[in-house]
């Protein structure tokens, strides 16, 4: 849904750089250099394993920001029948947002919907705080002195 989001927005050609969705272990890792051995422990579903993913979207895009999620859109044993994600923002190979979003109930739909939504409503946020100005003027500073 996240793709589907930016490849349509306005002007999408002059932002958009791509997305690739790896729904398991074996693409995660052929993919996105995620750690198999850490990831299988925990079924591909953590903080740490997000992060990872993030990072490597903007190496496998060569994109200043990469957006990660992971998580279960439906109830399954692996996460004790609950309904949760964890998502990343990266920023310059830095990941500067990593969050878990977790859900009550809702069909597999409507649960991938709530995840992009508030994925989308956090990076909005994240960038009407300017952090590419922050990083020029921190750049621009290094010179100066």
């Known amino acids: 849904m996240l793709q589907l989001a930016f490849s349509t927005a306005d ?3 002059y932002f ?5 969705t790896t ?3 074996g693409q995660k890792t052929r993919h996105l250099n995620i750690d198999p051995i850490y990831a299988k422990d925990c079924n591909c579903v953590s903080e740490k394993t997000v992060s990872e993913m993030a990072l490597n979207v903007c190496k496998l895009f ?3 920001w990469g957006i990660a999620v992971t998580g279960y859109a439906s109830p399954v044993p692996e996460s004790g029948n609950k ?3 964890w998502y990343a923002l ?3 190979g830095e990941v500067i947002v990593i969050q878990k979003i977790t859900l009550k109930n809702g069909n597999p739909f409507e649960i991938q919907l709530s995840y992009c939504s508030k994925i989308l409503h956090s990076f909005h946020q994240l960038l009407n705080k300017n952090p590419a100005q922050k990083k020029s003027k921190k750049a621009k500073g290094a010179k100066e002195q």
């Open 62 to 64: 060569s994109s200043d």
């Open 90 to 92: 990266a920023y310059h």
């Open 16 to 20: 958009y750089q791509g997305g690739i």
């Open 11 to 13: 002007n999408a050609i």
């Open 23 to 25: 729904y398991n272990l």
């Open 83 to 85: 309904l949760f994600a």
